[in-house]
């Protein structure tokens, strides 16, 4: 049973890929704050050691062409365990999706909308979300492109523009500190933006590929967000050097030091702009794999009438989940990135492997 | 309060009656309960009431194990 009959390119799975990483760039502030001056080979860490399960999503997605997450899950695992697996994957989908929305009203409040309740953001964000959620896949992912095209333009310029400020000795000392901070920075990024990719499985059989082709998507999409996620790290190490780990986010910071003569400067509203841009997107891409996989486990056949309650949930939910930045932050460092693992690595390279197993999936009896 | 209360009415309203004639008695269970959740919810953050957090609370079942950094 197929709930969205919309379907999209493998090209705007690139886009929307790629875009779905960029948003990441908030997340860097709980990386630095762990690898210091040595980030940046943290995120290129973590992109390789993701590389592999990056394959086997596309894999499972190739052998699955026309199954989502959830009826993947029941046909490997049979109608219980798989039910239980379903709903263990919406509360991490619904949990996903309550985290950047609170981030995003968080993040608003603190650079642009001072006095607007972060609950009211959310729920504006919800509003708007919500629309696209209704329409389906297409409208979801149509803009996926202009945003990542914007992303990048800004994000390239704004380097051009403190370029005068950056410093090689910024990224010294090298190695220095213990290793247990490189696997824990390797962690999170691994988990924390490249694991989340796993929503994909749940939004393949609206994509129109072959197998060459959806695995070609996944990867330039990786390699497209990951690469802005390296050079936006890169950029900020280079320019605030050891003060890197002060910032919640040093993005901002980073934009706030261009000075290029009288007229251009206070640039960081444009990052601000772009990130809301970009966690907008993100939002509205986990918004609507949390309604598709309540749909599905419950066969519901018309995902319409619950768009508003699922968001109104994620609103409440979200403001349930951390009481504090402080408690935020320890948390997203010491265990967010094991639970993560679970969901993105754990699941699916068993399934992987009990699919092959078992042969699955089997053909259909004519 | 009268605010939250009056926002979850309407939006009751927009989607309740089309689910009720469309009789699809699952979307119905499901929408019922998912509404129940956050209005509750809703309310209790409203009166300040402190609502345990998941995630914090699977973070210290992984710190008892010894399995968080």
């Known amino acids: ?366 | 309060m009268g605010l939250i209360i009056a926002a979850y009415a309407i939006f009751a309203l927009v989607d309740i009656f089309p689910i009720i004639r469309s009789r699809s008695w699952r979307c119905i269970l499901v929408f019922i309960v998912l509404f129940v959740i956050s209005l509750t919810l809703a309310i209790l953050l409203k009166l300040k009431v402190k609502i345990p957090s998941i995630l914090l609370f699977l973070g210290d079942i992984l710190k008892s194990w010894h399995l968080t950094y």
């Open chain 1, 1 to 366: 049973m197929r709930i969205d009959k919309g379907q999209i390119s493998s090209r705007l799975l690139l886009f929307s890929v790629a875009c779905f990483l960029q948003s990441s760039a908030l997340l860097t502030a709980f990386l630095t704050e762990i690898t210091r001056q040595d980030s940046w080979i943290v995120v290129l860490l973590g992109a390789i050691v993701y590389l592999p399960f990056l394959w086997l999503l596309g894999t499972l997605m190739a052998m699955f062409p026309e199954q989502n997450l959830i009826q993947i899950l029941d046909e490997v695992y049979g109608p219980v365990l798989g039910k239980i697996l379903g709903l263990a994957y919406l509360w991490f989908f619904l949990t996903l999706s309550s985290v950047n929305l609170t981030d995003l009203a968080d993040f608003t409040k603190g650079t642009i909308m001072f006095r607007t309740p972060a609950p009211a953001m959310s729920a504006v964000c919800i509003l708007v979300s919500a629309i696209a959620v209704r329409k389906g896949i297409k409208l979801v992912t149509k803009f996926s492109p202009l945003f990542v095209i914007v992303a990048i333009v800004t994000m390239t310029l704004s380097t051009f523009l403190v370029i005068n400020q950056f410093k090689l000795e910024n990224f010294l000392p090298i190695f220095t500190l213990p290793a247990k901070s490189y696997f824990q920075g390797t962690h999170i990024i691994a988990t924390i933006p490249f694991g989340e990719m796993v929503v994909y499985l749940m939004i393949h059989p609206n994509v129109k590929f072959s197998r060459r082709e959806i695995r070609k998507s996944l990867f330039w999409g990786f390699a497209v967000g990951g690469l802005t996620l390296w050079s936006t790290t890169l950029r900020d190490i280079g320019v605030l050097g050891n003060t890197v780990d002060l910032f919640t986010v040093p993005s901002l910071i980073t934009f706030r030091l261009v000075q290029v003569g009288p007229s251009i400067s206070r640039t960081e509203i444009l990052f601000a702009i772009i990130l809301i841009m970009l966690l907008f997107y993100k939002i509205t891409l986990l918004y609507y794999v949390a309604v598709l996989t309540i749909s599905q486990l419950f066969k519901i056949r018309s995902y319409n009438h619950l768009v508003l309650v699922v968001g109104s949930l994620m609103i409440t939910y979200g403001l349930t989940l951390y009481p504090s930045p402080q408690k935020q932050a320890a948390s997203v460092q010491e265990t967010v990135p094991v639970i993560w693992t679970v969901f993105e690595i754990l699941i699916p390279t068993l399934t992987f492997i009990l699919a092959k197993i078992r042969k699955l999936p089997k053909a259909k009896e004519a």
